[in-house]
């Protein structure tokens, strides 16, 4: 049974939004390149650049972001500044 990641995604203008089934998050900074995976360990940080999240059915990138991220035991949140 392969495991996925579950991505929790706040900001102000759209509110909670959750995506399943993800496989793989590229997180591109200006300072940092992280991949995060299923079971990876846990991880705490902030980012100034750009996130792609790869799931089953989609790819969505979020480019020129500045927000705070953790992962930890599969789920992986990610709060928008604006």
Request: charged share 20%; proline share 2%; glycine share 4%.
């Amino acid at each position: 049974m392969q495991a996925y990641i579950t991505v929790k995604i706040f900001s102000i203008s759209n509110g909670l939004v959750i995506i399943n089934n993800v496989r793989v998050i590229r997180i591109k900074s200006k300072d940092y390149n992280i991949l995060i995976m299923p079971d990876y360990m846990p991880v705490l940080g902030e980012i100034e650049g750009r996130i792609d999240i790869e799931s089953d059915e989609s790819s969505q990138s979020f480019e020129n972001l500045h927000a705070y991220y953790v992962s930890s035991n599969n789920e992986f949140a990610l709060v928008i500044r604006e």
